[in-house]
């Protein structure tokens, strides 16, 4: 069985990647654009590992270990700052956050 | 055939610990059944009706603290990969990793976040 | 493991230890021992933070630098300066906040604790020799500022500014990794010096590189606010805590440049494919930068556009690198650090004067609030006077020989047309500085003049610092050259 050729995994994290920046231009609920955010950063892990894979090397395994962690952090201070925006503000639309322009 | 010896000592154990815990859990505990504990249990809320019911915002502080102590893990399979090769180094340098997932969890305790009002 | 020598390893990494140490310490402190008094934390970060210093410095004087952690870690003199730049600012930030956090009613150990972390951060995107090092850095910076904005809990400003800056930087730390990915795809290394051996005699990218070095400029763009990636800079900035605002002013653009020359020294064989791009960048960040300066009526707001002009001279100083011409890459590169160092001079000082006047119930940040501030408060308005005219570049300040260094080696590589532009646009932002002067002095004040501000000695101190520091080495700029002349 021939093996997936490494392309293949980078057209794949550059579709998701797509996905991703598409949700986060046009949708409205910061905890969605949030998902979209994770969502890119796992396309950018596919391509780590597919990369890594093709040089027969582990720095694309090690790359993405940290790429968890960094994600990992993101959510923990990323919900923390939405939950403290609904405490004082009892909303999280975006459209609706807009003391702070020009 | 002898190569699976440690795979069935493994699932035994695995099956023991569950029977042993739940066995002595049945003895060490009082018994007080009531309609709330009778019910499925579904990590707090009630668990039939809409899914869309907000959920109590502490459930995001501990899922907050999950997530550190969650990606721990991933950490820990390449240090015990690699742990032959450095020795005491890597021992050391693991300490301190848990360590300072310690002092986060210490100052959540003391600023009160594992407080269930 | 061959090659593994942990103490030198560890020896090389000592400063970023002591701040993480530090870190850990105060804010098991804080939450343990010394409950409440928030002196004792504010003195061990300010103490901590000048330790790390001390080590940098001697660094410095002794010469000794090698990579460390299979090169993954670099301290050379760039890394080095930029450092000491780093902690300049934590420093400064630090004396800031004592008083005004108290009255601000936010007077939370954590914040001196994130300070201290995110300039780790920032000194490690300083000293990354490696993408991903690179990466980590900006991320460690990134997320002590996104929290440290939205630090006022009770005002939906800063809570709002916090989530702006959040879900942007996030949206453009996932660019910059794609781009990391697509480097390491294209080139098969993350390691600086190995990408510039696989890339040598090249002269064109192959397409992956190619995508990865234009996301890497948009990551990197955003951090340092240049345009067209500037949107969140003026709203954050107006909305943090203003103490929040003078640090992240400073250390996220240092850090941020720091990574810049770097990167773009490595991928110097493509300069023909980058370059175009950040002069592009360059030209629409001076102009918009400074026109769009000109209609805010906020001091803040107006300190951020003029933020994002100043990002704009720097990258002069970027393109101004590549050139055959070793004694300019050298000048352009010295420019860019003397001028970061004036730049967190003149913007902590400016910020600083709005935090000292800062009281219980008034933040000061509007045109109203500080005009007629001369009769009001005569030192904080002749203070801020300093600055606004360093900030225009006139001389005799560090503002104006910072501005002429860049423009120097930007005629020395030959860009005479980017070196006119910046000229031009100089000029023109000296209106708006002068504004804000003018105002000052010269016109009445809408209000009746309140108490002495309440913003204490450490940030009067701070502030005095800077202007001293304007002064003395726009008078004296062999000083700095000194240091920044270590590149050499």
């Known amino acids: ?102 | 055939m002898q190569s699976y010896v440690p795979f069935v000592m493994f699932t035994a154990i695995g099956f023991a610990f569950i029977f042993v815990t739940l066995l002595m859990a049945r003895f060490v505990r009082p018994s007080a059944p009531n309609p709330n504990k009778q019910e499925t249990y579904e990590c707090g809320p009630v668990p039939v009706g809409d899914a869309w019911n907000q959920f109590n915002i502490h459930y995001y502080l501990f899922a907050l603290l999950f997530v550190v102590f969650d990606v721990e893990a991933a950490f820990l399979y390449p240090w015990a990969m690699a742990f032959r090769m450095f020795g005491l180094y890597a021992v050391v340098e693991m300490i301190i990793f848990v360590a300072l997932l310690g002092v986060g969890l210490v100052y959540a305790w003391r600023r009160e976040a594992l407080e269930w009002e | 493991m061959n090659g593994v020598n942990i103490s030198e390893d560890l020896y090389q990494i000592l400063p970023l230890i002591v701040l993480w140490g530090a870190a850990c310490v105060i804010l098991m402190g804080d939450v343990i021992l010394w409950k409440r008094s928030r002196g004792i934390t504010a003195f061990l970060s300010l103490a901590s933070c000048l330790v790390a210093m001390w080590l940098v410095l001697q660094r410095v004087v002794s010469g000794d630098n090698t990579s460390a952690f299979h090169d993954s870690i670099l301290n050379d003199p760039l890394a080095l300066i930029t450092t000491i730049a780093l902690l300049v600012t934590a420093s400064l930030s630090i004396l800031l906040a004592w008083s005004y956090l108290k009255n601000r009613g936010m007077n939370h150990g954590e914040y001196y604790v994130l300070l201290i972390l995110s300039v780790t951060g920032a000194m490690l995107m300083a000293s990354a020799n490696d993408l991903i090092i690179l990466f980590i850095g900006l991320e460690i910076l990134s997320f002590s500022l996104y929290i440290l904005a939205g630090f006022s809990r009770n005002e939906v400003k800063s809570q709002e500014s916090s989530l702006k800056y959040f879900l942007l930087g996030a949206f453009a730390s996932a660019f910059l990794l794609y781009g990391i990915a697509m480097i390491y795809g294209g080139t098969g290394s993350i390691n600086f010096d190995v990408i510039a051996k696989e890339i040598q005699g090249a002269t064109a990218p192959n397409p992956m590189l190619m995508i990865g070095i234009a996301l890497l400029l948009v990551g990197l763009g955003f951090k340092a606010a240049v345009i067209p990636f500037h949107q969140w800079t003026p709203d954050v900035y107006e909305g943090a805590p203003t103490s929040v605002t003078a640090y992240m002013a400073g250390a996220a653009k240092i850090g941020a440049f720091a990574a810049i020359l770097r990167v773009f020294n490595t991928l110097m064989p493509f300069h023909e494919f980058w370059v175009p791009a950040i002069y592009i960048i360059a030209v629409l960040t001076m102009v918009f930068g400074n026109l769009l300066a000109i209609t805010q009526t906020n001091v803040k707001r107006m300190l951020a556009y003029s933020s994002i002009a100043h990002a704009g001279y720097l990258l002069v100083a970027v393109v101004s690198m590549v050139t055959s011409n070793v004694t300019a890459h050298d000048q352009a590169i010295e420019g860019a650090l003397f001028y970061l160092f004036a730049y967190i001079f003149m913007t902590i000082g400016a910020f600083g004067v709005l935090v000292y006047l800062s009281s219980h119930d008034k933040d000061y940040q509007t045109f109203d609030d500080i005009r007629g501030l001369a009769r009001r408060h005569p030192l904080p308005a002749y203070l801020m006077m300093f600055f606004m005219l360093s900030l225009g570049g006139i001389p005799p300040t560090m503002g104006f020989v910072g501005k002429w260094l860049i423009f120097i080696a930007a005629i020395h590589s030959g860009q005479v047309g980017l070196a006119i532009v910046m000229a031009l646009v100089s000029v023109a932002a000296v209106y708006y500085y002068l504004k804000v002067v003018w105002m000052m002095c010269f016109e009445a004040p809408t209000k009746a003049p309140s108490d002495i501000p309440a913003n204490g000695f450490p940030a009067l101190l701070s502030v005095t610092f800077c202007a001293i520091a304007t002064v003395i080495f726009g008078v004296l700029p062999d000083l700095m050259i000194n240091i920044t002349g270590l590149i050499r």
Request: with cysteine.
């Open chain 1, 1 to 102: 069985m021939p093996a997936v050729p490494t392309s293949y995994y980078l057209g794949l994290s550059g579709v998701l990647f797509t996905i991703g920046m598409i949700g986060v231009l046009i949708k409205r609920n910061p905890i969605v654009i949030f998902m979209c955010i994770e969502l890119m950063l796992n396309a950018v892990n596919l391509s780590f590992i597919a990369s890594g894979r093709h040089f027969g090397h582990m720095a694309g395994q090690m790359m993405v270990i940290f790429v968890m962690a960094i994600a990992a952090a993101e959510v923990a201070i990323g919900l923390g700052i939405i939950v403290a925006i609904f405490r004082t503000k009892e909303t999280i639309n975006i459209d609706e956050i807009n003391l702070l322009k020009y």
